[in-house]
């Protein structure tokens, strides 16, 4: 993701597939999202410019990512599938969202659910005294 921190309501997603869907879903605009899927980013992200009949996105829910940032428990850095333009890490750069990786994503979601909406911020190369 981007070299860019950020703060923003904290959400999850418990779906096992469809990664590129959900980052570009509106719904999850300006959030921070917890994808509970123990492994993502092993199919990259497709092509954007692909329309179905219908003018479209094919592989997306919008035209833009709408999440503020992303928390995974794990990230493949290879990706591979056969419509794959460029990785996850790539195309959160390209549109300036931080994504943080190593979290337990189970464990936040069950504080999530126990408490409600939770404030987070992701904070990437903080400064140093």
Do not use: C
Not at 72 to 79: I, R
Not at 84 to 113: E, F, H, M, W
């Amino acid at each position: 993701g981007a070299d860019t921190s950020i703060s923003g309501e904290v959400v999850f997603n418990t779906g096992m597939v469809g990664y590129p869907e959900a980052l570009t879903d509106p719904s999850y605009r300006g959030q921070i999202l917890v994808l509970t899927y123990p492994l993502v980013g092993n199919y990259g992200v497709p092509d954007e410019s692909i329309i179905d009949d219908h003018g479209l996105p094919k592989y997306f829910e919008s035209n833009d990512i709408h999440i503020a940032g992303l928390v995974v428990s794990s990230y493949s850095w290879e990706h591979s599938h056969w419509a794959a333009q460029k990785s996850l890490s790539k195309s959160l750069s390209d549109n300036n969202i931080p994504a943080v990786y190593g979290v337990d994503t189970r464990a936040l979601t069950k504080k999530i659910r126990e408490f409600g909406a939770l404030l987070g911020r992701i904070e990437v190369n903080p400064a140093t005294d």
